[in-house]
């Protein structure tokens, strides 16, 4: 499994994974963590609820709806920096996330920096890299995004020509339409990126990735830490244990921080680990797959070892396999 979402060279620089026009929507079985049958934005709209029938049908959008529950069986998708291929869409651009939005994803990962005076931007790399910028935008090449100011940054085009964006701009894009997830690039940030959700008042359609080290020193000590939610990266079962022991109830997701099975562990072990310690917590789990060539069947292995949400460069397959297992699971639209 290891070799399956093993990064075959940098992400940006192979095959495509976009699915462009693909409509997931369907009619809703809540009993099953199913959405709404809205057509353009599953998830949205609004269905009676009853504390025998959570109401699931936001996952979309919100959350506390579906993602932090285990109870809820949906296997949830996030396109890693949108439905990108290669140069166009590019890699975390507005292109590849409209067409993350349009394709159906249940989330998209995003990357934040903080600009030299104190704005959220969303980048990757810092410098930018060469295969990043507009190779005729010689001001921006390799320059280091946390020694710019924001009026700058913005003014960088990507190689496929968008520019780019601060974070409040994506978030209020974002609203009403898919989940959020955040990679601070700088953990020393991630009280700033914390207050930057909150100010976008985005705190239940965002959450952070942060490390189990950040969990446990950086975002304890951060204010107002408690007031939205985190990806733990848990790189193997002893990562696992001291989270389980902090018991932070916003620390609703644990990655598999390396792709691994959480350092080598038998797959039996996995779905044990999920299933037995995890979700008893009330804790999700996460995993990714980084080859963008990767397959849907490789996608589904991983719902069916037990993982809840997986992160895809490879969108396309990704989605796919996402359909495969919830049409499987009896879960509308899939």
């Not at 990108?84 to 292109?95: F, H, I, K, Q, R």
């Not at 959700?197 to 969990?215: H, K, N, P, Q, Y």
């Amino acid at each position: 499994m290891t070799q399956l979402r093993s990064l075959a060279g940098l992400a940006l620089a192979v095959a495509a994974c976009s699915s462009h026009g693909m409509d997931p929507a369907g009619e809703p079985d809540a009993s099953h963590g199913g959405g709404s049958a809205d057509a353009a934005n599953p998830g949205d709209a609004d269905v009676a609820t009853s504390d025998a029938a959570p109401d699931w049908s936001h996952y979309r959008t919100s959350i506390s709806s579906c993602w932090n529950d285990p109870a809820c069986q949906r296997a949830l998708v996030i396109a890693h920096g949108g439905a990108w291929v290669l140069a166009d869409p590019a890699y975390g651009t507005t292109a590849a996330y409209d067409a993350a939005y349009a394709d159906g994803a249940d989330a998209i990962k995003s990357d934040v920096r903080f600009s030299k005076d104190g704005v959220a931007v969303v980048v990757h790399s810092s410098p930018f890299a060469a295969y990043e910028i507009d190779p005729l935008d010689f001001s921006c090449l390799g320059a280091t995004v946390e020694d710019m100011n924001v009026s700058d940054i913005v003014d960088c085009k990507w190689i496929n020509g968008d520019h780019i964006q601060r974070l409040d701009d994506l978030l209020t894009w974002a609203n009403g339409k898919m989940v959020v997830m955040l990679t601070v690039k700088v953990p020393a940030t991630i009280p700033q990126t914390i207050q930057a959700v909150i100010a976008a008042g985005a705190t239940d359609r965002v959450f952070l990735e942060v490390s189990a080290s950040a969990m446990t020193t950086i975002v304890p000590a951060a204010a107002d830490h408690d007031s939205v939610y985190y990806v733990v990266e848990a790189a193997n079962a002893t990562d696992v244990a001291t989270l389980l022991a902090q018991a932070d109830p916003h620390a609703f997701l644990y990655e598999d921080a390396n792709s691994d099975n959480f350092g080598g562990m038998a797959a039996a072990a996995v779905t044990a680990m999920i299933t037995t310690q995890l979700h008893p917590a009330h804790i999700k789990s996460f995993t990714s797959v980084t080859g963008v060539t990767a397959s849907a069947s490789d996608h589904e292995a991983l719902w069916n070892e037990g993982f809840d949400i997986v992160m895809t460069n490879s969108f396309s397959a990704g989605l796919s396999g996402r359909i495969a297992v919830n049409t499987a699971r009896g879960i509308t639209p899939p």
